[in-house]
Each structure stands twice: as C-alpha cells, then as structure tokens.
C-alpha cells in the first residue's frame, strides 16, 4: 500500500504530455512574435553619436582688449509691405443650398455642408452628383441668387455659373463638391 506509482499511470503521463506540450509550443512562438513586435515598436530613431568634449578647457593667457562702445544713429528701415489683400465680398447667406458631392469620397458632402451651414448657408439637401467635377463649382437657380453664389465661389476660388437645366429650382444655390476639396 505504501506505492503510489504503477506501471499503468504511464498512460496518465502520456496524455497529459501529449495535451500540454503543443500549448507550450504555441506560449513560447507567441511569446517571442511580442518579444520581436515590441522590439521593432519600441526601436527610436538613433542620433548619431555627439563629437568627444574634452574636459581640459584651453585658455589664451594673451588679454583681448575691448571694444570702446560707439554711440552710431541708425536709421529704421521699413519693410516692404505686402500689396493690398484683395477685397472679399461679404456672403450673403440667407439663401437655401443644395450641396452635390462630385467625389469619390463620400463624406466630402456632407464636410462642404457643416462648413456651409457654419457659415450661416441654410444647407437644404446633400446627395451625390451625376458625374464627378475636378472643381467645385457653385450653381445660381435664379436671378435673385447669382449675387450670393458669386460671393461664395470668389470667397474660397471656386467656379461659378448659371444652373444646368438638370438642377432643381427649388433652392437658390448649388454647391458641388469638386476633387479639389477632397
């Protein structure tokens, strides 16, 4: 009674051995691709080393004379200035917008919107557009709009025209959304 081991335990070592050793193998590769991962991280940009100083500060026993200081008039000069900004109109933003976004990225539109809206414009809509525009461009619907959509494109250099028969007349202005501004 005083034996604990026999020989049929050997089974019992063999699966655990069998169970445990795979799991092991997998723990040591792991650990080594964070060790590899956290060494290629963590590596910073290494400056090149500084010139040796020496401790041993060379010093000229030969005095220096002073400079007498001299009282001398110097005339300012002034800077060229710069050439008069070009005025820039002041938007008219009670006005309904329709932004059409003409590019790839679709949250184009709806950033040309939030900057419209910031601006005072009262966005109405924003869907994408037919085709895609190299420029932003803004359209006028009407007479009475052609001001406020002129203002906006000289504002920030876009294009500007008068509305193609396949856009809405029901708001005052339409916003185009170009790759430029993507």
Same mark, same amino acid.
């Given at each position: 009674?005083?034996?604990?081991?026999?020989?049929?335990?050997?089974?019992?070592?063999?699966?655990?051995?069998?169970?445990?050793?795979?799991?092991?193998?997998?723990?040591?590769?792991?650990?080594?691709?964070?060790?590899? %991962?956290?060494? &290629?991280?963590?590596?910073?940009? $290494?400056?090149?080393?500084?010139?040796? @100083?020496?401790?041993? #500060?060379?010093? !000229?026993?030969?005095?220096?004379?002073?400079?007498?200081?001299?009282?001398?008039?110097?005339?300012?000069?002034?800077?060229?200035? %710069?050439?008069? &900004?070009?005025?820039?109109?002041? $938007?008219?933003?009670?006005?309904?917008? @329709?932004?059409?976004? #003409?590019?790839? !990225?679709?949250?184009?539109?709806?950033?040309?919107?939030?900057?419209?809206?910031?601006?005072?414009?009262?966005?109405?809509?924003?869907?994408?557009?037919?085709?895609?525009?190299?420029?932003?461009?803004?359209?006028?619907?009407?007479?009475?709009?052609?001001?406020?959509?002129?203002?906006?494109?000289?504002?920030?250099?876009?294009?500007?025209?008068?509305?193609?028969?396949?856009?809405?007349?029901?708001?005052?202005?339409?916003?185009?959304?170009?790759?430029?501004?993507?």
């Amino acid at each position: 009674m005083g034996r604990h081991s026999s020989s049929r335990q050997w089974g019992f070592y063999r699966s655990l051995l069998s169970w445990s050793l795979p799991w092991l193998v997998m723990a040591a590769i792991a650990g080594i691709a964070v060790w590899f %991962a956290v060494a &290629a991280l963590g590596r910073e940009e $290494l400056s090149p080393p500084a010139a040796p @100083q020496s401790d041993v #500060a060379l010093v !000229d026993e030969t005095p220096t004379p002073s400079p007498t200081p001299t009282l001398e008039l110097v005339e300012p000069t002034r800077s060229p200035s %710069a050439a008069p &900004a070009k005025p820039v109109p002041p $938007l008219i933003t009670d006005v309904s917008v @329709q932004v059409l976004n #003409a590019t790839p !990225d679709s949250a184009a539109g709806d950033r040309m919107a939030e900057r419209l809206a910031e601006l005072g414009f009262q966005v109405v809509t924003v869907q994408p557009a037919g085709q895609t525009y190299e420029q932003t461009t803004v359209f006028w619907s009407h007479e009475g709009a052609e001001d406020a959509a002129r203002a906006l494109a000289e504002r920030y250099g876009w294009l500007v025209a008068e509305r193609p028969d396949n856009l809405s007349e029901t708001v005052d202005v339409h916003v185009v959304v170009g790759a430029d501004q993507v």
